[in-house]
């Protein structure tokens, strides 16, 4: 039988994927986001997923979550994750982005 692990690498990756989401489709989020130049918007989503992974991180050190050890190899781990959730997260938002009305 399928058995789903939910590792701190794969938590960070699902709290990236609905960040974008909620970016692209909750509407008040939505039209705050929608007004900013894509510069801020990369600089809001960097710093949402570095905040996600230290959240994630300080859940490991206080034994919430397993699997990302609280010393330089977990920090090591952490780094690594947050380059695969800014991956994961812009990946979604190109995928499920809403079309302008203009004609996309």
């Not at 990756?13 to 974008?20: D, K, M, S």
């Not at 918007?41 to 960097?46: A, E, N, S």
């Not at 609280?70 to 952490?78: I, P, R, Y």
């Amino acid at each position: 039988m399928f058995k789903l692990v939910i590792t701190p690498e794969l938590l960070v990756a699902i709290f990236a994927a609905l960040l974008a989401v909620v970016a692209d489709w909750f509407p008040p989020v939505a039209n705050w986001y929608g007004k900013l130049t894509v510069s801020k918007k990369k600089q809001v989503m960097i710093l949402a997923l570095v905040l996600i992974a230290l959240f994630v991180y300080g859940g490991s050190c206080l034994n919430v979550f397993t699997g990302i050890e609280c010393s330089k190899d977990g920090l090591s781990a952490l780094i690594y994750a947050v380059l695969l959730a800014a991956g994961i997260n812009q990946g979604v938002h190109a995928l499920l982005k809403p079309t302008s009305k203009k004609g996309g």
